[in-house]
Nanobody
């Protein structure tokens, strides 16, 4: 199983970025998908996640600015980030809870490789 994240980069404060993360491999079903971030010297934290049925959950710090969505047919999760500020600078990781054809009722968390988002003031 691979989770391939993309879309990070350098943006000025007030700008926008869209992250994507596609899960591939011998996947039977994908449950919750989400985005986490880790800033230098800080612990990894949840940014947003979304259930298989499309119900989102957001960290208070990003509510009203970020939108998470998913395309179940493509096993892909997106994070639209608007009104970015320097405090959003971090490496963003996607995570997917999924099962495989070899064990369709057994779910495991998989992580993507991380994509760097840098917001300049």
């Amino acid at each position: 199983v691979q989770l391939q994240a993309s879309g990070g980069g350098l943006v000025q404060a007030g700008g926008s970025l869209r992250l994507s993360c596609a899960a591939s491999g011998n996947i039977f079903r994908v449950n919750v998908m989400g985005w986490y971030r880790q800033a230098p010297g800080k612990q990894r934290e949840l940014v947003a996640d979304i259930t298989g049925g499309g119900i989102p959950n957001y960290a208070d710090s990003v509510k009203g600015r970020f939108t998470i969505s998913r395309d179940n047919a493509k096993n892909t999760v997106y994070l639209q980030m608007n009104s970015l500020n320097p405090e959003d600078t971090a490496v963003y990781y996607c995570k997917a809870r999924l099962s495989l054809y070899t064990g369709p009722f057994y779910y495991t968390d998989y992580w993507g490789q991380g994509t760097l988002v840098t917001v300049s003031s």
